[in-house]
Nanobody, 123 residues
Framework: QVQLGESGGGLVQAGGSLRLSCAAS????????SGWFRQAPGKEREFVAA????????YYADSVKGRFTISRDNARNTMYLQMNSLNPEDTAVYYC????????????????WGQGTQVTVSS
């Protein structure tokens, strides 16, 4: 059983940056894909970014392309989301997730989820 924990959220002004971290315990991420999702109040949880653990291919939602960067550190068993040029529309609870089976990185049926970390962008 893999347990995931996010950190790095907080309050930031529009145009600022934050770096989120997701650390795995119990077991390594391993498997196939890990990624980030976010959910704002009253809205559906949406895909943000994902990375394949073999090969390192990355995927991004159109809304964050050019602003967010997903990365991983296999030795530290940690995944990151660097968020630049933040705007109020980025305000949400951000969740990291991992899936052990082959499939689309964009779908929400990941096997493991973190507890979420709040990101609030003020204007």
């Amino acid at each position: 059983q893999v347990q995931l924990g996010e950190s790095g959220g907080g309050l930031v002004q529009a145009g600022g940056s934050l770096r989120l971290s997701c650390a795995a315990s119990g077991r390594s991420f391993s498997s196939y894909v890990s990624g980030w999702f976010r959910q704002a109040p009253g809205k559906e949880r949406e895909f943000v970014a994902a990375i394949l653990w073999t090969g390192g291919s990355t995927y991004y939602a159109d809304s964050v392309k050019g602003r967010f960067t997903i990365s991983r550190d296999n030795a530290r068993n940690t995944m990151y989301l660097q968020m630049n040029s933040l705007n109020p529309e980025d305000t949400a609870v951000y969740y990291c997730a991992a899936r052990r089976t082959v499939g689309s990185p964009f779908r929400k049926d990941y096997d493991y989820w973190g507890q979420g970390t709040q990101v609030t962008v003020s204007s």
